[in-house]
């Protein structure tokens, strides 16, 4: 999908409020609301718009503790990966999975109310999940930058 100067222009505006208004996006961007929301349909049906969240303040929510976890694991199957990663899809608390290159396989961030939650994550959940082998825990002091907005200068 070739994007134009508005295409762009939308998706900047939506990244920053995905609850606007079409009349008031079709302002901001310079179009009629029914071209404007016709731009936005075919934004969302080419999957780039992949969906809209309500983005939660993470301290508001009594998650004062954010951890950023390198989990090493300890079996390289297509089995042990697939039993891992179901077991990371039911905990909550892991916000964040990615597979990694490097000294560790996976990286998680995880949001919990204390460290005292965090040791019992820790030590009756993530230890006990199917081929961990070691985890190394970071954790997060304090935010400079935390952006759900991605760059768009290298689209198309």
Do not use: W
């Amino acid at each position: 999908m070739k994007l134009s100067r508005a295409d762009r222009k939308i998706l900047q505006i939506l990244q920053q409020d995905g609850k606007i208004s079409n009349v008031d996006l079709a302002e901001q961007v310079g179009l009629s609301p029914s071209p404007c929301l016709r731009r936005v349909k075919q934004l969302e049906a080419s999957g780039l718009i992949a969906g809209y969240v309500a983005l939660l303040d993470r301290r508001k929510a009594r998650l004062d503790v954010l951890a950023y976890v390198e989990v090493q694991v300890d079996r390289h199957t297509e089995t042990a990966a697939e039993a891992f990663r179901e077991a990371v899809l039911r905990e909550p608390e892991v916000v964040g999975c990615y597979v990694m290159t490097g000294g560790y396989d996976y990286l998680l961030k995880v949001a919990v109310p204390n460290l005292d939650a965090y040791a019992d994550f820790t030590m009756k959940r993530l230890l006990k999940m199917p081929a961990v082998k070691d985890i190394r825990s970071s954790f997060v002091l304090d935010t400079i930058k935390d952006s759900t907005a991605l760059p768009l200068d290298y689209l198309d």
